[in-house]
């Protein structure tokens, strides 16, 4: 059972923490394109609609030739486009209806100026193309009145049609940004996990070094260092999210020598690493947990002495990390598999489906492997970012 | 006072043993690496007090004390391992935890000291058990630290014995044949095949079925007696 220890404080000398992966500049550019281009459409389609209704419904009225109407009610129509689109501009800078509590009257107001204009146009026209048939009649008043009410009916729709997008929009928001707080919550939960040094270890570690220091001030020393070196490389797994290979295994060499102190010739550890595989970025601690699993489960409970080999070689385009000790492979409880859960949830998180983590029996030796896909270098720099 | 350390890592034991060095009155007769070792060595030095790790190869400190058939003085030493500890009921022993404070050390020295009986110029001949024998029970997750005398009544179920004591009913290990040939047989006596008592503990004794008894302890728990044992205990009673 471990808790952490260390909590991962950003330390002064260290690099800021990169935030968590976000939709970056050019999503959200191309996603703003998207959304114009959906307004303009639904501008253009509503508008036209309503033009051929209004044509449409033209009757053999009284007032003059059908085209003239007809080019009245069209002209009338460019109008109202163009008119919504001047309030769509104006609610946006104000922000009259994009907030929680929309601005309700001053919406309403709005809305009477609109339609007033709007029939201020129509009458114009009217004047201008049809010689003001339309308030030669003699209930000029009532139709003015009559199409102001219109012609507010109209604005209105568009308004709480505009109202409807906007708040889905501004829910659909609201659920990314949740998102994103999770996904931010959990980068910080692993990040802790990764800085956690196992506390059992910790301060046996430091009771060996206080025997050493009466018995071999020299072997006191380099553990002193060693130990140092390991807590260092250890915090700072809690703010990259990749180290190289070669900086794993000098940590994990520091732990195996420090190791080494507590039990004498119990612990009988190899290390081979391939060569040309120090650049090779890994996530941090996998390694040194795999040993550290090794250690506890196959070192700790064995009375004699238990071989632990370490490995890392390149295969096909990936490479393999292999840590194996002798012993058996334990029914696993919840608390035995923590390290190994925790690498395999921070290799799916970072090197995608193609890594992966497994632990065997074979031969009277409990083999753990980590897979890591490389397959080029921009692979490799996706994954460092 | 003799001691022994008993923990799976030398630089451990060296460590102890140089703190110890600190008090002259305890001589550290022994190591152990294991519980194997730790065994014998209480058997073969009957220690007055045992450094006891918890976390070792081939069973955890617990299991070592549980499988004695008389728990030594121990006090446990562990890393990190206080956690286990609290399951104890923590007035009965002390722990330290590694790298030892030697001010801690000496407290727990201390505390050990008070709870000695005055020594005797004359070591007692080791005989098991003595009269404020202890048993370490383990069952399950939680631990004690019993003194026999506090035992109020030991039933068989089988190879285990139920052991009841205050409130608690744990199981013990043994079957209730092995356990009568460590008791004191002034203070508990069989009264069936089943059950041991303690006589301490005994409130009352009404007559049973047949020419049986029947004796009530301490908190209402009645245990009948066999007619053979009642017919015994009569004898030697004189009733």
Redesign the interface.
Known sequence: ?TVPFAAPEPFPQSPPIPAPAVPGNAFQAGHRATRARDYWLCQCTGWAILAVISVMSTGQGAFGPMWRMTVVKLLVMCNGLLLSHCWHLFLRRRGWIDRADPAVPRVLLGLIVLSVVQVGFLVGADVLIRNGALIADSDATAVVIALCVLWYAVFLMWTLMYAVVLSRRRARRLELEKLQLEVSVKDAELRALQAQVN??F???S???I???I??DPDTAAQAVGQLAGLMRHSLRAGQAPTVRLADEVAAVNAYLAIER????ERLQAEVAIAPGLDEVPIPPMALQTLVENAVKHGV????GACRVRVQAAREGGRVLLTVANQGRLQAASASTRLGLANTARRLALLFGPGAGCTLREEDGWVVAQVVLPQETKEEDNACAR | MRALIVDD????R??LR?LLAAHPALEVVGEA??P?EARAAIAALAPDLVFLDV?M??GSGFDLLASLDAAPAVIFTT???Q?ALRAFDVSALDYL????EPARLAHALRKFEARLPLPSAAPPPQQAPAADGKVFIKDGERCWFVALEQIMLFESEGNYTRVYFDANRPLLLRSLNQLEARLDPERFLRVSRRQIVNLDFVTGIAPGPGSGMVLTLKGEIKVPMSRRRAAEFRQLNGL
């Not at chain 2, 890592?9 to 451990?12: N, S, T």
């Not at chain 2, 935890?97 to 030892?100: T, W």
């Open positions: 059972m506390p059992h910790f301060f046996n430091m009771n060996s206080r025997a050493l009466y018995q102190h507590r039990f004498d700790e409970p064995a009375i | 890592e030398r630089l451990a060296n460590e140089r690496a294991n194997i976390q190869p081939g890393a990190f391992d956690y935890l590694k790298p030892i």
